[in-house]
């Protein structure tokens, strides 16, 4: 066991958990072995070690963001952490469900969100929670068919995180061509549904694509990851308007565990100021173990 795991092992929530892996949906009509696979990974609370100090969350946006969150905050099935190339390499789908137990951990399964009103005469400030594990999803595959005609099948990869690095140093241009370009990079072979007929990749490609055939790969891809790209229909209790509310997931997710961060360090402060210790031992205190430094602290300060 490494030394994060040793850390944070209080903490450590598997993943999935198991009430959301589909061999866990109905125990009772399940086989033993069954029963005992193991999770995909352990996700750590943030804020545990000393390390998620030093990652940069300034940049929700930011795809190295995530990828440092990922590796500092999850490990694999045997408590081992996950090397950057490694969760760079893991499709978008995949990296924002790290992302989500890594929320779990250190959260709650409560989202706290602020829309407003999209009716100009309203624009009334609409409060809400959602519910993280509402938004668990197992399948995790990194291919998928997409039938662009009705003689030729598309084996797609999913999109990964170098795939990401690769599209934010793309020029600007065109939506249309950047979206062939970048589409071009997932295409994993043809299939002809034609029997005896086979099927090679032009290499005129992806110029000669036909603008149907984008859009199918578009519409494949969102249904397969609509967590990447998810909308909330939404009712406005005071004046009865519905509307859509686009909600990125990534970085809610992120700009929460920057809340953490500010409060923990305001707490090492606080703590350090008063007894001397260093950032590495009071976070090595349990939250309990911390909250009661500080009870202590602000009430010397009342009473002196």
């Known amino acids: 066991m490494t030394a994060q795991a040793r850390h944070c092992s ?4 598997a993943w999935p958990p198991p009430l959301a892996r589909p061999d866990r949906a109905q125990p009772e009509e399940q086989p033993d072995e069954q029963l005992d696979r193991p999770p995909l990974y352990y996700a750590c609370a943030y804020g545990q070690h ?3 100090l030093s990652l940069d969350l300034n940049n929700a946006h930011c795809p190295q963001t995530t990828t440092d969150l990922l590796q500092n905050g999850l490990l694999d099935k045997d408590l081992t952490p996950y090397t950057k190339q490694t969760i760079w390499s893991w499709s978008i789908k995949k990296r924002l469900q790290g992302l989500l137990a890594i929320g ?3 959260f709650g399964e409560h989202l706290s969100l602020i829309a407003q009103c999209t009716d100009k005469t309203c624009q009334q400030k609409l409060e809400f929670k959602l519910n993280l594990e509402n938004f668990i999803d197992t399948d995790l ?6 039938s662009v005609s009705d003689t030729t099948d598309i084996k ?3 999109p990964n995180g170098n795939d990401q690095r690769q599209w934010l140093e793309m020029a600007p241009g065109n939506s ?4 062939r370009t970048m589409a071009s990079t997932l295409i994993s072979d043809l299939e002809s549904t034609e029997p005896g007929k086979t099927e090679a990749i ?3 490609w992806p110029d000669t694509w036909p603008d149907t055939w984008l859009e199918t790969i578009s519409n494949t891809l969102d249904q397969h990851d609509q967590l990447t790209s998810l909308e909330l229909s939404l009712s406005c209790p005071e004046c009865n308007n519905h509307f859509q509310l686009e909600v990125d997931l990534e970085s809610h997710i992120i700009n929460e565990l920057k809340k953490i961060r500010k409060k923990l360090l305001e707490h090492i402060h606080l703590i350090a100021s008063n007894y001397h210790w260093t ?4 976070i090595q205190l349990t939250p309990q173990r911390r909250q009661y430094y500080i009870n202590k602290i602000l009430d010397d300060e009342v009473f002196a």
Request: net charge negative.
């Open 10 to 13: 209080d903490t450590l929530q």
């Open 50 to 52: 000393v390390e998620d």
């Open 104 to 106: 779990l951990a250190s």
């Open 141 to 146: 595959a990194e291919y998928i068919q997409c």
């Open 156 to 158: 797609l990869r999913l």
């Open 176 to 179: 249309e061509g950047m979206f």
């Open 202 to 204: 032009p290499d005129t």
């Open 279 to 282: 950032e590495e031992q009071i």
